[in-house]
């Protein structure tokens, strides 16, 4: 008596040589959905303005604000920057190739995708509204991504 496995081995066998030749196609496709994350990593909290900026009109800030991005995205993350506050009026950052300004309306700069992220370093100019005054104030520069 043979084991119960050969025997529906050759059970099948003997009905697939029976039947009529016959294939199906089964279409299968996928949709990746874009993931993008940005996380702050070093971010000043306040701006520091001196008598010395009120007349000249404008801040370096003190440090650089460190930034990782990552996305599944092809053509990589777009950084939105944007000033609030009624203390800055525009900005200007540097450490994205070329100096990209920006005011309350924001301005964009695409981050390239490599497949690993990126951390990017900036530093930035804060032009001052003529009314601000010396003293201290909320950080003025807002970061987003978007794809």
Not at 2 to 16: C, E, K
Not at 84 to 94: L, M, S
Request: net charge positive; no cysteine; proline share 7%.
């Amino acid at each position: 008596m043979l084991p119960r496995l050969p025997r529906l081995l050759v059970l099948f066998l003997a009905l697939a040589g029976t039947s009529a030749a016959r294939s199906d196609m089964l279409a299968v496709s996928a949709r990746v959905m874009t993931r993008t994350v940005l996380q702050v990593r070093d971010m000043p909290e306040s701006l520091t303005v001196t008598e010395r900026d009120v007349g000249r009109g404008w801040v370096e800030a003190a440090a650089p604000t460190s930034i990782a991005v990552r996305s599944n995205h092809l053509q990589g993350v777009m950084l939105i920057l944007s000033t609030r506050g009624r203390e800055v009026q525009a900005a200007r950052a540097e450490g994205l190739g070329a100096p990209v300004q920006f005011g309350p309306a924001g301005g964009s700069v695409l981050v390239p995708a490599d497949g690993h992220g990126a951390v990017v370093s900036l530093r930035f100019r804060l032009y001052l509204d003529p009314a601000t005054t010396a003293g201290v104030y909320p950080w003025p520069v807002q970061v987003a991504a978007g794809t």
